[in-house]
C-alpha cells in the first residue's frame, strides 16, 4: 500500500476553512481513481511538546506509488490539487511514499 499525505497549516478562520474542506474538497477528492481510503486526523494535532501547529492531515491510501501517480495525473486528480487554493490559504504539504505493516 501506499499513502499520500496532506498537511495542512492553521487557517485564519478555521470554520470556513471545515465547511469547505468537509463540503467541497473530500467530495471531489473522493473521485479520484483507485483511492482506496481517506482519513483525517480529529481535534488537535499533537507534537512531542503539546499542541502542534498543524491544523489537520489527510491521510489517503492506494494500492501503489505508480497507483498515486496515475490518479494524481488524472482529470480527478488534477481537479482536486486545483481546488487547495480555494481553501489551504495558510498552505498544505503533500507527500507521498510506500507503506508496510511492521
Do not use: C, W
Not at 477528492?29 to 483525517?40: D, H, N
Amino acid at each position: 500500500m501506499a499513502k499520500l499525505f496532506a498537511i495542512y497549516q492553521q487557517p485564519a478562520d478555521p470554520a470556513k476553512f471545515d465547511d469547505y474542506y468537509f463540503n467541497k474538497h473530500i467530495p471531489l477528492a473522493k473521485t479520484i481513481p483507485g483511492l482506496r481510503s481517506y482519513e483525517v486526523t480529529t481535534g488537535d494535532v499533537m507534537g512531542m511538546g503539546g499542541k502542534h501547529a498543524v491544523y489537520l492531515v489527510a491521510i489517503l491510501g492506494f494500492d501503489s506509488m505508480e497507483a498515486i501517480g496515475a490518479a494524481m495525473a488524472s482529470p480527478q486528480g488534477q481537479a482536486t490539487a486545483a481546488d487547495l487554493a480555494n481553501f489551504a490559504t495558510a498552505g498544505v504539504d503533500v507527500m507521498s511514499g510506500d507503506t508496510r505493516m511492521v
